[in-house]
Structure formats: C-alpha cells, structure tokens
C-alpha cells in the first residue's frame, strides 16, 4: 500500500462500541464532567458515559464539536444527557462557572480530565509560550478542576465519587521531542495519587494510561512527527508509535472511554491512586 493510501481516519462510535453497567451511580441524577469532550478520547468518553445513563457535562473551547458530540449521543440513542460547555481551561472564572453548571445538573460525582494537546519539538528549540500552554491545559486545568469538584463529590450524601485523568505511556516513560507532554502526564500521576490521598476512601482518584489512540490529536502528531524527522507517515506509525508495542494497532477513542466507564464504576472501587495501563506492551516489554 502506497503511504498515500495510509488511512488515518478515526472510527465512527457506534452505540455497541460502550461498555454499559449496572451501578447505583449510574443514573440520571449523577452528574459527570468530561474536558476536552469535542473530539477524540473526550468526545468518545462523554457519549459512553451518557450511555451509562448519567447526565453529563462536555467542555471544550470547540463549540461545533461539542454539537457534533450531542449529535453522536442522539445517534447511539445514549440514555442520559448530553450538556455542551463551551469552556476555556485557561480562564479561571469560565473553569468555575462549569464546575457549578454541573452540580446545578444534580449530584456531581465524576470528573474526567481529558482535554490535551501536543508540540512536537526538542528541549532546545521548545518554544516557551508552547511550553506554558501545554502545561496549563493539561496540569494546571485539571488540579483546579479537581480543586472545585471534590467539594462538590464531598457534599454527596454518601461521600462516593471519582476523578480519572488522562495519562499516557509518556507518563511512565519519555521519548524524543514531548519534553512538555511528557512532563505533564508525569505530573497527572502526581496529583492522582495526590486525590487519593485526600479522598478518604470514597472520593476516588485514578489515571488512565494507554499508547497511541487514533483521534484528530494523533493524527496531527503524525504529522509532526514525520516532518521533524524526515520520515513518512507510515513510517511514523509503524516504526516510531508501534514499533515498541507488542499490541499493533492503534486503540480507538471508545476503548479508552470504557476505561473510565470502568473505573468511575462500583468495580472500580480499589482503583485509588492507581493507573490503568493498557498499553499493548509498550512500558513492559522490550527487545
């Protein structure tokens, strides 16, 4: 196959892509906020959540995508609701007002810190104001995400909620030219580990850890990645992203929704501090 045959589409989400479980949480009373919920892993991740039932709070700065997420939700025919947030993770005082938009929705239980981006470039010529929005978006936002949620979780009759952050194998290990990325996915273990700490055994706190998902983010990275090394795009793939992996293919965005699915559920309640790995052999394996 030609490289400009190489199909870097992402998958359409079809309902029967959702892991859907049985929980006390999982109704239409338990409100979920998801970052970054206008495409890829976030998109994915508010649609199955919906799916579970729960009234869920999509934010993004992406309006048109989060019109196209509350498009999908009516197209799997998700049970509960879809609420777009148009929000800027940034902006401190637009962070707040979707925090108290979701507990206006009812009992706000889980967040899901999703929202990312990536900058493909050395230490040495890693562009600062790059640098800093990386780390805003991806560490700052969800440190005061959690901040203003975990009152809110706490308030709860029973105390009994979740917040699962996005991690990466870039949050085990490093690689050339993520400096920023990956200094923000160590981070998020961090503070996971941080929630879990101050949680009390019923406010829960979880990373999800995975390679390389096929979203609109990856393809870009793709992209990057093959002009900064002067290879081709399937190169890229196969040699840099799957090369190391003993699982050789690319994860889908619902995949890892169900990971979170998983985790914020009542079979995820020893998931305190940890990380769910699913990496097809990435950080456990070598040759």
């Given at each position: 196959m030609a490289d400009s045959d190489f199909d870097l589409t992402e998958p359409e989400l079809k309902a029967d892509d959702f892991l859907v479980l049985e929980d006390d949480h999982f109704t239409g009373d338990t409100v979920a906020i998801v970052t970054g919920a206008a495409s890829g892993i976030g998109q994915a991740t508010a649609v199955a959540l919906a799916a579970n039932d729960l009234t869920v709070v999509g934010a993004d700065i992406d309006e048109s995508g989060l019109a196209e997420t509350a498009d999908i939700a009516t197209e799997v025919d998700a049970s509960g609701e879809f609420v777009p947030i148009e929000a800027d993770l940034t902006d401190e005082a637009e962070v707040e007002t979707m925090v108290e938009t979701a507990a206006d929705y009812g009992d706000l239980r889980y967040v899901a810190n999703i929202a990312g981006m990536q900058h493909i470039a050395s230490?040495?010529?890693?562009?600062?104001?790059?640098?800093d929005?990386?780390?805003d978006i991806m560490l700052r936002a969800p440190f005061f995400v959690s901040k203003l949620a975990m009152p809110h979780i706490r308030a709860n009759a029973d105390g009994v909620g979740a917040i699962g952050n996005m991690s990466s194998v870039h949050g085990h290990y490093a690689t050339q030219d993520k400096a920023a990325y990956i200094t923000a996915k160590h981070g998020l273990q961090g503070l996971t580990r941080a929630i879990a700490a101050e949680g009390e055994g019923t406010l829960r706190g979880f990373s999800v850890s995975v390679g390389y998902v096929l979203t609109p983010l990856m393809v870009d990275q793709i992209e990057d990645t093959a002009a900064e090394r002067g290879i081709?795009?399937?190169?890229?793939?196969?040699?840099?992203?799957?090369?190391q992996a003993r699982t050789k293919e690319m994860m889908t965005p619902a995949e890892v929704a169900n990971l979170f699915v998983f985790g914020f559920s009542q079979h995820g309640k020893h998931l305190n501090g940890g990380d769910m790995l699913w990496d097809g052999g990435y950080t456990t394996t070598y040759e």
């Open positions: 230490i040495a010529e890693f562009p600062m104001e790059q640098y929005l990386l780390l081709s795009e399937r190169e890229v793939v196969e040699d840099v992203m799957l090369g």
